[in-house]
């Protein structure tokens, strides 16, 4: 059984470019989080999906940054015009429902760099 | 309200000796409190969880310590190795309908010095 999957692992954008960062969840799982990590942060809450629907966006930026997780295939992060300041580490994770909390389980990360 | 502090940023500890990191919480609503452990270049891992009707628990050299009362908790890990070198966050999490979002504190980067 396959952990989440991020790719690309590392993403290197010039500023106004696009970013898109994928994720496919653990096997099973049907709920899936975006963090996002600024160097020496802990990781901050973006938004939370499930399958075609937007559950919680309240953490993710109101401009340039969308987030889906459609029936078929991963979910994406999309980030439009990139700036400098979206240079971080992008973390997602995996859920197969709300209830089972210990079974959280985040992926290795998508590092984009804005140039 | 959401916010979860953590500390220290840094703790350098010599092998064999025990290392401690606190977290203090303000939302009384949280009611699930993970620790996570992350190497450089990989996503956080669960270590230990607590709940806030136990005031402590042991899964092999990780204790969590939680205290109500004052709204604190941490970690304490006995006989650290080199091997648990790493960064570790301690989060908190919404109970009921707010699903998995989870608050982070900002990370303690642990040195274990051989």
């Known amino acids: 059984n396959a952990g989440v999957m991020q790719n690309p692992r590392h993403l290197v954008r010039r500023r106004g470019q696009e970013a898109r960062l994928r994720c496919s969840p653990m096997k099973g799982h049907s709920h899936v989080y975006w963090y996002r990590q600024l160097p020496e942060e802990g990781l901050k809450f973006m938004v939370y999906l499930q399958k075609e629907n937007i559950i919680d966006e309240s953490g993710m930026p109101k401009e340039r940054f969308s987030a889906e997780f459609p029936k078929e295939g991963p979910s994406i992060l999309r980030i439009q015009q990139v700036v400098r300041g979206d240079s971080a580490a992008y973390f997602c994770?995996?859920?197969?429902?709300?209830?089972?909390?210990?079974?959280?389980?985040f992926g290795s990360g998508t590092q984009l760099s804005v140039l | 309200q959401q916010q979860v502090k953590q500390s220290p940023q840094s703790l350098i500890v010599q092998k064999g000796g025990i290392s401690i990191i606190n977290c203090a919480y303000e939302n009384t609503a949280f009611d699930y409190f993970p620790w996570y452990q992350q190497f450089p270049g990989k996503g956080p891992a669960l270590l230990i969880a607590?709940?806030?009707?136990?005031s402590e628990k042991k899964e092999g050299r990780f204790t969590i310590s939680f205290n109500k009362s004052a709204k604190q908790f941490s970690l304490h890990i006995m006989d650290s190795q080199p091997g648990d070198s790493a960064t570790y966050f301690c989060a908190a999490l919404l109970g009921g309908d707010a699903g998995n979002m989870l608050t982070f504190g900002g990370g303690t980067r642990l040195m274990v010095k051989p």
């Open positions: 994770a995996s859920s197969p429902d709300t209830v089972t909390e210990e079974k959280l389980f």
């Open positions: 607590i709940r806030p009707d136990v």
